[in-house]
């Protein structure tokens, strides 16, 4: 089975400075990367950064993530997405652009 590239995407610069990406998430139209200083960021696009890349709350987590899954947003158009992460201490996170509960 030959594979064949749909989008060509390369990491915001704020991601790199955070130590790069350690763990992502994928849906159809976009992503969500978890970088090894813990930091949470969102891109809305597949073909585009700057504006549709967001930093999301602070986790505030003790000890690195076990896992991350991205809830898309409800239309293409919204950068509405839920991030769930899952801890070592227990307690599953909910995270959006403004909160972690």
Do not use: Y
Request: hydrophobic content about 40%.
């Amino acid at each position: 089975v030959m594979c064949e590239p749909l989008h060509v995407f390369t990491i915001d610069e704020r991601i790199k400075s955070e130590g790069g990406a350690i763990m992502a998430s994928l849906w159809p139209t976009g992503v969500a990367v978890l970088t090894r200083k813990s930091s949470l960021f969102v891109n809305t696009s597949l073909t585009r950064s700057e504006d549709a890349c967001h930093r999301f709350a602070d986790l505030r987590v003790p000890s690195a993530p076990l896992c991350i899954c991205a809830l898309p947003p409800p239309s293409e158009e919204s950068a509405d997405v839920q991030v769930i992460v899952g801890t070592a201490e227990g307690p599953v996170l909910m995270v959006d652009r403004h909160s972690t509960r």
